[in-house]
């Protein structure tokens, strides 16, 4: 059974820094695409980031592009997320999500709630 | 970007009706669209890809059709288990997008 399980969500100040970790289990994590994607409260889906499977290709959305990185170990199974300069309008659940084929965000992880406010 | 319209904004439907939802892109995306249906306080589900391509495990009452700019999802009869909100999402080309959604409620 794929599992995605997202950690590392927190409260953090306007300004602030956090690293959001994403533990994959249950399918070859090094032979797929990842991808983080957001909710602010109440609100819609938007996507933040794309990791292809090797790490080479990287792409991010306008609104966090230079403030966030995202990374993979591919030998720990793991995505992570460093956000930087962190604002208010960066307060969401953020999940991790994989990509098949061709076949965007076919598994899901449960969310981590980042909170950005003094 | 391309943007991504979906309508109507919420949708109130009984039992056993036939539901369609409408999701439009500001430029040709091909056929690079999915749905996905997302209850409270859950992740969402995948339901649909390449605009008409069911997901494994989900229901045949879910369809999909369209290319272009122009897609629908069909709910052909709703169950109480599919009052949710529904998301589409183009990934022809970065940055992907996401419709505004779509909530299904029960008249």
């Known amino acids: 059974e794929v599992q995605l399980v997202e950690s590392g969500g927190d409260l953090v100040q306007p300004g602030g820094s956090l690293r959001l970790s994403c533990a994959a289990s249950?399918?070859?994590?090094?032979?797929?695409?990842m991808n983080w994607v957001r909710q602010a409260p109440g609100k819609g889906l938007e996507w933040v980031s794309y990791?292809?499977?090797?790490?080479?290709?990287?792409h991010y959305a306008d609104s966090v592009k230079g403030r966030f990185t995202i990374s993979r170990d591919n030998a720990e199974n793991s995505l992570y997320l460093q956000m930087n300069s962190l604002r208010a309008e960066d307060t969401a659940v953020y999940y991790c999500?994989?990509?098949?084929?061709?076949?965007?965000?076919?598994?899901w992880g449960q969310g981590t709630l980042v909170t950005v406010s003094s | 970007d391309i943007q991504m319209t979906q309508s109507p904004s919420t949708l109130s439907a009984s039992v056993g009706d036939r539901v369609t939802i409408t999701c439009r892109a500001s430029?040709?995306?091909?056929?690079?669209l999915a749905w996905y249906q997302q209850k409270p306080g859950k992740a969402p589900n995948l339901l649909i890809y390449?605009?008409?391509s069911l997901e494994s495990g989900v229901p045949s009452r879910f369809s999909g059709s369209g290319s272009g700019t122009e897609f629908t999802l069909t709910i052909s009869s709703l169950q109480f288990d599919d009052f949710a909100t529904y998301y589409c999402?183009?990934?022809?080309?970065?940055?992907?997008?996401f419709g505004q959604g779509t909530k299904v409620e029960i008249k």
């Open positions: 990791m292809s499977s090797s790490g080479r290709t990287i």
């Open positions: 999500a994989r990509t098949r084929a061709m076949v965007p965000f076919d598994n």
């Open positions: 390449k605009a008409s």
């Open positions: 249950g399918f070859t994590f090094s032979s797929y695409e």
């Open positions: 999402q183009q990934y022809n080309s970065y940055s992907w997008t």
């Open positions: 430029q040709s995306i091909s056929s690079g």
